[in-house]
């Protein structure tokens, strides 16, 4: 049986994530403890085999791949399919503002994730096709090997709930990831199996970005 194994990793701590605004395609540069995870991050994989890497765009993923990256020195492939959802009108709002500014999407973020679909944004359901195409796209690219892939926290928390058999529907039963946290999946006939998900062992309570926030257990 040939076997794929892709490692999943959100990207580090960007300005956007301490300000609370919403970044989604927004570029934002990393912040100092954003730098302090990809020095984790690194040696979490410096002995780790990987075949290939892939990332978004986006400087903060590529930056991540980059860490992935350094004892490895594999060329890094970009694929818009991994980029953060585009909020529209929403980004670079405040958190904090986004349920006066704009109620109706609020509430379909919060209640009914599968239905958010932003004023001059990405529908989240484009967001779950399109993780689900990708990753699946890497997977029959590379039979046997290993892949890491570096994207965002909205997409990959999309993916987590293709990767475990769920509908879209069913997006509320997946938990945020944090900042640099691992997920790995394996690929066995075109099918993912989740090995691990939302790993964030290389990080002290110091570094980690969740452990400062609350919004997420709400």
Known sequence: ?????????????????????????????????????????????????????????????????????RYHQLPIHTDERLIEINGGHWEEKPWEALPELYPDEWAAWSCRPWSFAPQNGEPMRAVYARM?????????????ETVGVASH???????????????????LEIPWCDNTA???????????????????GHLDEELSTLSKQSWWRE
């Open 1 to 69: 049986m040939i076997l794929t194994t892709i490692y999943l990793v959100r990207h580090c701590e960007a300005m956007g994530n301490i300000n609370r605004i919403f970044q989604g395609h927004t570029d934002e540069e990393i912040s100092d403890n954003g730098r302090l995870q990809l020095e984790k991050l690194a040696e979490r994989f410096r002995d780790i085999h990987l075949d290939a890497l892939y990332s978004s765009p986006l400087k903060r993923a590529y930056r991540t791949a980059e860490a992935v990256n």
């Open 132 to 144: 689900a195409e990708v990753l699946s796209a890497i997977a029959e690219d590379h039979p046997g």
């Open 153 to 171: 926290g909205c997409a990959i928390r999309n993916a987590l709930c293709w990767a475990s058999g769920r509908p879209i529907e069913q997006l």
């Open 182 to 200: 691992v997920t790995v999946l394996e690929f066995q006939e075109g099918r993912p199996v989740i090995r691990l998900a939302n790993d964030n």
